[in-house]
């Protein structure tokens, strides 16, 4: 690890960004947890916990593309500040609803299904407005970098927390925990002094709008691959942590404190990977290093899927987080580096469908085929695919690698033959 790891934090926004950021999702962690635990406790069914992140997650696909107009659109500023607090208010009715202890498991369901709404116009801002964050725009990879490791210290952190909660205090205080650390980030946003956002003329509709960002993702040879990739990983592997409260409960017989160490022991490589890519020197290879990863993340899930011994089943989950973090980090990366500025809320919506809309459809997949070929098997068909979609990826540098050279060899005929 050298200085230039944390070059982002010379930017003053982006120091309160992350310092509230940090906190607001240990808390979120926390009730991930809590609700997959609730939900696994009152039914017992991998297919509900697949219920379960489709609710959370389907109504992100289904607004993803509004959410990118309107973080176009609109003073994404202002937006993330609303999205923030209604995350708040959501995360109060879920406390409230279970510390009054009269609740079904389709009451959770549906207020995860409200935070998935919320957060279809959330990411997008989010995630745009990093790019105004940092004060050097070479700054702009290390910040997003530093960004997947809070998001996987985080996860590192409140998984572990949470198991301890639930034990020790029950589910409505882990909920409660996560209502108050909004306060966190909320408060960050306001203590920022971001640049005067210049109010926009809209001449066009939302639909001719949508229809611009679609045609120039499809005209962007590596940002139309990159999220065909990140969709088919979304889809059909990472929905595997779905079915980490089987693995702590039924194979490895433990309590909440174990799917909390699980879950945990993968944000521990999760977060050794992001440092990893924050470490980086610019310049770097990010599509090969995509591709080396995704192999890992196949590799990781292979051996994790059918491993008895408990040490060695966390040492592979741990390589999994590893790998799986860059699925996240670089294609981010590689889409905000690249894309147009006044694109960039709609193509980090296609993004965001691919990442969280494509998750709800693969959970529900991953649960039905669990419940059919059991969860070992089901692991490491998902692993089997991770490293398929690696292979892909070394595909797609080698023919962009041969046509650049072909390009190049063409505009140098001219020149050779003149020489001639």
């Not at 962690?29 to 069914?45: D, G, P």
């Not at 003329?201 to 139309?224: C, D, M, S, V, W």
């Not at 944000?267 to 470490?279: E, P, R, V």
């Not at 649960?367 to 098997?377: A, F, L």
């Amino acid at each position: 690890m050298n200085i230039s790891t944390f070059n982002a934090f010379k930017s003053r926004n982006y120091r309160l960004y992350f310092a509230g950021q940090s906190i607001s999702l240990i808390g979120t962690w926390m009730q991930k947890t809590a609700v997959s635990w609730v939900i696994y406790s009152l039914t017992h069914s991998q297919f509900m916990l697949g219920v379960s992140l489709f609710a959370s997650l389907f109504p992100s696909f289904l607004l993803s593309f509004l959410g990118g107009v309107v973080s176009d659109r609109y003073n994404r500023y202002r937006l993330l500040l609303a999205t923030q607090a209604a995350s708040m208010i959501q995360a109060l009715l879920l406390t409230a609803l279970v510390f009054w202890g009269h609740y079904v498991v389709w009451e959770i369901i549906a207020l995860s299904a409200v935070l998935g709404v919320i957060n279809a116009f959330d990411v997008p801002a989010r995630q745009s407005l990093v790019y105004e964050m940092v004060n050097s725009k070479a700054d702009l990879p290390n910040a997003l970098a530093l960004n997947s490791s809070m998001v996987n210290l985080s996860r590192l952190i409140g998984p572990g927390i949470a198991g301890l909660v639930l034990e020790k205090f029950g589910d409505t205080v882990c909920f409660g925990m996560n209502a108050l650390s909004f306060i966190a980030v909320i408060g960050s946003l306001l203590m920022m002094r971001l640049p005067k956002s210049e109010s926009k003329q809209h001449n066009k509709n939302i639909l001719i709008e949508l229809r611009e960002g679609f045609a120039y993702i499809r005209n962007a040879p590596t940002i139309k691959f990159t999220i065909i990739m990140l969709a088919m990983i979304s889809l059909m592997v990472l929905p595997f942590s779905t079915l980490i409260p089987v693995y702590a409960k039924d194979i490895f017989k433990g309590t909440a404190s174990t799917f909390g160490v699980i879950d945990s022991v993968i944000g521990l490589g999760a977060f050794s990977g992001a440092i990893f890519l924050a470490s980086l020197k610019p310049g770097r290879n990010l599509k090969k290093i995509l591709a080396i990863n995704t192999l890992i993340f196949g590799g990781g899930l292979v051996l994790f899927s059918h491993m008895p011994n408990y040490p060695l089943a966390l040492l592979f989950a741990a390589i999994t987080g590893f790998g799986m973090m860059s699925q996240i980090t670089i294609s981010n990366t590689l889409i905000q580096t690249t894309v147009d500025p006044a694109m960039r809320g709609r193509v980090i919506s296609f993004y965001a469908m691919a990442f969280f809309g494509m998750q709800p459809l693969g959970g529900l997949l991953v649960g039905s085929v669990s419940q059919w070929i059991g969860t070992p098997d089901t692991v490491l068909a998902e692993g089997t695919v991770a490293l398929i979609i690696g292979l892909l990826h070394f595909r797609f540098l080698r023919k962009s690698k041969l046509k650049k050279n072909a390009l190049e060899t063409l505009q140098q005929q001219p020149v050779n033959t003149l020489a001639s």
